[in-house]
């Protein structure tokens, strides 16, 4: 048995020593049918992980089951003592609001129930790891030539939140430190700059051979797809250089022990988020105004929609950061018009 077999082995255990526990695993949703069933596939790996233990999930929106009817789930299957666990790689206004104001919602309704909260996947020595297996085998598949002559772009998701979006510079750089290469750069697939065609345009003048695109995501959807669609469309304009779509995270067994982790924080009461950069709470440079807004989600009009009634899975985050649209409780993003982002993936009438 290897050391973090029997880490689950002792976690599990202390799961079921609790009287009513279940496990919540909290996801945002996506129109992308296939990124549905890998998030639903990953609970059923902690399911199967944590045998003997309900476990159930939700979407915040875009798919079904919603975040109250997994709770219910877990409430007929005798849960009432409820971990919930993010399925959030950094803590934006997703993680930070929109989830635990759910939470607390439905919380508030069911006073016998008790819905402990736990912090996203964060920066993790596990995350890392899993990030550069998918790095590494995707070179090894498609490349011989050596890590100094090849750059890498990893690319995040991208939020209004300036602490998440650093966090992907800090991955990005433990990967391009970790892992030898050439040089490194980040990119965003929405809401903040630079996007991916922008970053990729910069990165072809520094003279590398080879670069390698890394969607640091948790599982696919319509975002990761214009990453890889923007690659090729840079990549055509520039034969001379090859590039390399590397996978996603996926459900990577060092993301799913990342879990288990962060259940295990919780019940030892280390689930707390970390908000010494967090916006909501301290004047961050060019995000004063935003200091002590509300907690509260602009999820509850979207949750369970169906294909075809909204574009693709960011069109209301999109709209959110805008002037036209606001929810009331989202201060607009100060670089909304910044020529490199942040929505330039989201234009065109493709869908």
Request: hydrophobic share 40%; aromatic share 8%; proline share 4%.
């Amino acid at each position: 048995m290897s050391s973090n077999d029997h880490g689950i082995e002792i976690l599990r255990d202390r799961l079921r020593a609790r009287d009513g526990t279940g496990i919540m695993v909290c996801g945002h949703g996506s129109r992308d049918q296939n990124a549905v069933e890998e998030f639903s596939g990953l609970a059923a790996r902690i399911g199967q992980m944590f045998e003997g233990i309900p476990v159930e999930y939700g979407y915040l929106e875009f798919a079904q089951p919603v975040l109250r009817d997994g709770l219910d789930r877990l409430i007929a299957k005798g849960a009432r003592d409820i971990l919930a666990v993010p399925a959030m790689l950094f803590a934006a206004g997703h993680a930070k609001n929109d989830i635990p104001s759910v939470l607390n919602t439905y919380a508030a309704s069911h006073p016998d129930i008790r819905i402990s909260y736990g912090s996203e996947l964060g920066i993790d020595s596990r995350m890392l790891k899993a990030a550069a297996a998918r790095i590494d085998e995707s070179i090894e598949q498609f490349s011989s030539m050596s890590r100094e002559e090849t750059l890498l772009v990893v690319v995040g998701r991208g939020a209004s939140d300036p602490d998440a979006n650093s966090n992907v510079a800090k991955v990005m750089r433990m990967l391009w430190e970790g892992r030898g290469f050439g040089w490194g750069e980040t990119a965003y697939s929405g809401v903040t700059f630079p996007l991916v065609a922008p970053a990729l345009e910069h990165v072809v003048r520094l003279g590398y051979r080879q670069i390698v695109v890394f969607p640091y995501f948790l599982f696919t959807g319509i975002l990761v797809k214009r990453i890889y669609d923007a690659c090729d469309e840079v990549a055509r304009t520039y034969p001379d250089i090859k590039f390399i779509k590397a996978p996603y995270l996926g459900a990577h067994d060092l993301v799913v022990q990342t879990f288990a982790a962060r259940i295990s924080d919780i019940i030892d009461g280390n689930g707390l988020m970390n908000c010494q950069l967090c916006k909501y709470r301290e004047q961050i440079l060019g995000f004063e105004e935003e200091v002590g807004l509300a907690q509260a989600s602009h999820h509850h009009h979207v949750e369970g929609i169906g294909v075809g009634e909204y574009d693709d899975d960011s069109v209301i985050h999109t709209h959110s950061h805008s002037d036209a649209h606001d929810h009331g409780h989202h201060h607009p993003y100060p670089h909304r018009n910044h020529p490199l982002g942040p929505r330039t993936l989201y234009v065109g009438s493709d869908e």
